[in-house]
C-alpha cells in the first residue's frame, strides 16, 4: 500500500467498489498511492486477489446506515460510484439506493470529518426533470451539496463504456452505438469507465478553491486524460 510519503498521510473511502467505475477507480487509487488508507464501504467482502491486503473493508446494512456511522470517520475523501437500475431494483429501490443511501452516507462522512466528497452523478442531472433517473440524480446531487463539505466535486459522465460482468442485452447494443460514435466524436455522449475513474483522483490531487464543482462529460475526458496512465 502507499507510504506515509506518497499519500500525505491522507485517507479516503469508497463507496460502490463493487461496480464498473468503482472497481476502475479502486485499481486508480492503489496504482498512485494517493492515500495511505483506503476504506472500501459496501453491503459485502470484495474478493480483491493481491488488492485486498491494502485496503480496509467495512461490512454494513444500508437500510440501518445510521447504525455504521463508525465506518465513516477519519476520512479525508469520500468518493461515491454507488448506484443501481431500475431494472434491477425497481423504481423505488432505484430511489432508494441511488438518492437515499447516497445522500445519508454523504451525511455520515461529513460529519466523520470527512473535507471532499466526490460524486459519480450523470449527463443530464436535473432534480426537474420528467425522467427518473435524471430526476434521481439532479436530486441527490442537490441533497449532497446540502451536506456542507468543504469541497464538493459532481461527475456528469454519459454513457459509460465497459465490459461489465453481468449480461445487459440492451445496454450492449447501446455501448456499441455510443462506442461507434467516440471514434468520431470522442468527448460528445459516452467515456469510458478508465477515464471517469481517473478524473475522480485526480480531482482530489490538484488544488482547488471551488466548493462546487461539476465536471460535464467533456471535462471528465479532458481532466482524465490529462493524467498520465500508470505504466506509460
Not at 446540502?146 to 460482468?165: E, H, N, S, W, Y
Not at 461507434?180 to 482530489?204: G, H, I
Request: net charge positive.
Amino acid at each position: 500500500m502507499a507510504t506515509a510519503a506518497s499519500g500525505g498521510g491522507r485517507s479516503c473511502f469508497v463507496l460502490g467498489a463493487s461496480g464498473q467505475t468503482g472497481r476502475e477507480l479502486l485499481r486508480e487509487l492503489l496504482a498512485r498511492r494517493a492515500f495511505t488508507r483506503v476504506t472500501l464501504i459496501g453491503r459485502r467482502r470484495l474478493s480483491l486477489g493481491e488488492a485486498e491486503a491494502a485496503v480496509e473493508q467495512a461490512v454494513v446494512d444500508f437500510e440501518r446506515l445510521g447504525e455504521h456511522a463508525a465506518a465513516f470517520q477519519g476520512h479525508d475523501v469520500g468518493f461515491c460510484c454507488l448506484g443501481t437500475t431500475r431494472a434491477k431494483a425497481g423504481a423505488d429501490g432505484f430511489v432508494r439506493v441511488d438518492r437515499d443511501y447516497v445522500a445519508q452516507a454523504a451525511e455520515l462522512a461529513r460529519a466523520g470529518g470527512c473535507k471532499h466528497f466526490v460524486l459519480q452523478s450523470s449527463q443530464g442531472a436535473n432534480a426537474q426533470s420528467r425522467f427518473l433517473y435524471l430526476r434521481v440524480k439532479g436530486e441527490v446531487e442537490n441533497l449532497v451539496n446540502a451536506v456542507g463539505f468543504d469541497r464538493c466535486t459532481i461527475l456528469r459522465p454519459g454513457v459509460l463504456l465497459c465490459k461489465r460482468q453481468e449480461s445487459r442485452p440492451m445496454e450492449w447494443i447501446v455501448q456499441q452505438f455510443f462506442g461507434a460514435v467516440a471514434c468520431v466524436f470522442p468527448t460528445a455522449n459516452s467515456v469510458p469507465v478508465e477515464t471517469v475513474a481517473r478524473a475522480m483522483v485526480a480531482c482530489v490531487l490538484q488544488p482547488g478553491e471551488e466548493k462546487v464543482k461539476v465536471l460535464e462529460n467533456r471535462a471528465i475526458h479532458e481532466l482524465g486524460k490529462a493524467v498520465p496512465q500508470q505504466g506509460t
